[in-house]
Structures are given as structure tokens and as C-alpha cells.
């Protein structure tokens, strides 16, 4: 249980585009998601908390008109790279925190990442 | 503000034999999560422990677990029987109690290698 998918897992686009990732809770619903990004041989670095129909809360130093982020399901938040330039190549990691059943559960489950290259 | 400290950079292992991974953190909090994630080649992080610092005793998963100590603010995990497939980089975290959107903080990970 707790599976949380993530799509694509890789992507390249043009400098200028925008690129849309999609996380999913699988088999619980997920009231809280996070969005986090990762430098190689770094940890990972929190962008933003995101609930279930509410705005997102972003960390500081992270713009929010560049890195979009809908939660409008219990199942489903979206975090959406506007204008990619090569700067924001990364590897973009989702994790999910919710409700299962009628036992909550505090504990952050990871989607498996997507890596973005921006040409 | 909370923190989490690794200070192992790397670390490196024979095959079946025990490995223990540091992990301090500072907070004044008294009722606090504290997790070990590990994040092999393939980059998809799992959950390895996860421990209530309401509980005493220490948490247990297989071959994996944890000396807590609540005092001195210390949180290592052991590996026993080390396996191949354990070579990864492994982090540790700390969450605050309750809340809806209490963050994780990770520290800067231990990249553990197990040898044939």
C-alpha cells in the first residue's frame, strides 16, 4: 500500500516551453502533497506543500509563477514549469501524506521523480 | 528552527556484515517523527523506519534499526546482514507532531556501498 505514481519520469523540452508533472496517490487519498527537487548527490530540497483545494504554500526563494502547482484532487497534484529554461533542469520528486482508511498516517510516501532536461 | 545532521558523507560495507549510520538533530519540540529514507541508483525514496519519539523503544523493520536516543538528540540506524541491494544513499529525517503540513528535514544523506 501507499504508492505514489508520478508522470512522466523523464522529460525533455525546449527552452521557453512549459512541462506539466502529474502525481498521483494510487490506493489512499492524499490530503497533503509536497514537491521537491533534487540535485544530484544533494537531498532533496522542498519547493512547496500543497492541500487538497487550497493554494499551494511555497518555500521561500521559490517563485511562484515559474513552478505551478494545482492539488484538485484527493488523488491528483500537478506542478507545472512555466517557460523552462536549461537552469531548471532538475530531478522533480512528489510525495503524498493522507488519510488511509480511518487511520491517518503522518509519514510522506515518494513518487519515483522525473527528471527534467531543458534544451 | 529544526536541523538534521549526517556525518558521514560515505560509508562503505562488506557484504553481510553491520553498518550503523549516524544522525543527530536539534529541536526543542518534545513530540516529534523521526524517519530513515534510502534512495538507491534508481532514485525512488523508501521508507526504511520510522520512529515516535513518544516511544521508547527502539523501532525495528528486518534486518534494520534504530538506537534512539531522545537526550542526546541522536537517531542511528543499523543495517545487520548487509545486502547488495542496501547500497543507496540514505537519509534522515524529522517531522514535527500533528498538523496537516508539517514538513520533512532531511539531512545531507550518507551514501552507503555494500561490497561483494
Known amino acids: 500500500g501507499a504508492v505514489v505514481s508520478q508522470h512522466p519520469s523523464w522529460v525533455i523540452c525546449k527552452s521557453g516551453t512549459s512541462v506539466k508533472i502529474e502525481c498521483r496517490s494510487l490506493?489512499?487519498?492524499?490530503?497533503?502533497m509536497f514537491w521537491y527537487r533534487q540535485f544530484p548527490k544533494q537531498s532533496l530540497m522542498l519547493m512547496a506543500t500543497?492541500?487538497?483545494?487550497?493554494?499551494?504554500?511555497?518555500e521561500q526563494g521559490v517563485e511562484k509563477d515559474k513552478f505551478l502547482i494545482n492539488h484538485a484532487s484527493l488523488t491528483l497534484s500537478t506542478l507545472t514549469v512555466t517557460s523552462a529554461h536549461p537552469e531548471d533542469s532538475s530531478f522533480y520528486i512528489c510525495?503524498?501524506?493522507?488519510?488511509?482508511?480511518?487511520?491517518?498516517?503522518?509519514?510522506?510516501?515518494f513518487g519515483p521523480g522525473t527528471r527534467l532536461t531543458v534544451l | 528552527a529544526q536541523t538534521v545532521t549526517q556525518s558521514q558523507p560515505e560509508m562503505s560495507v562488506q557484504e553481510a556484515e553491520t553498518v550503523t549510520l549516524s544522525c543527530t538533530y536539534d529541536?526543542?519540540?518534545?513530540?516529534?517523527?523521526l524517519f530513515w529514507y534510502k534512495q538507491p541508483p534508481s532514485r525512488q525514496m523508501i521508507l526504511v523506519i520510522r520512529?515516535?519519539?513518544?516511544?521508547?523503544q527502539n523501532a525495528t523493520e528486518n534486518r534494520f534499526s534504530v538506537n534512539f536516543q531522545k537526550a542526546a538528540k541522536s537517531f542511528s540506524l543499523k543495517i545487520s546482514d548487509s545486502q547488495l541491494g542496501d547500497t543507496a544513499m540514505y537519509f534522515c529525517?524529522?517531522?514535527?507532531?500533528?498538523?496537516?503540513?508539517?514538513?520533512?528535514?532531511f539531512g545531507t544523506g550518507t551514501l552507503l556501498a555494500v561490497q561483494p
Open positions: 490506493d489512499f487519498q492524499a490530503t497533503t
Open positions: 520512529q515516535e519519539a513518544y516511544k521508547q
Open positions: 510525495s503524498a501524506r493522507g488519510s488511509r482508511g480511518q487511520q491517518r498516517t503522518d509519514t510522506q510516501y
Open positions: 529525517a524529522f517531522m514535527n507532531y500533528g498538523g496537516a503540513t508539517n514538513k520533512l528535514i
Open positions: 529541536t526543542s519540540e518534545s513530540n516529534y517523527y
Open positions: 500543497s492541500n487538497e483545494g487550497s493554494k499551494a504554500t511555497y
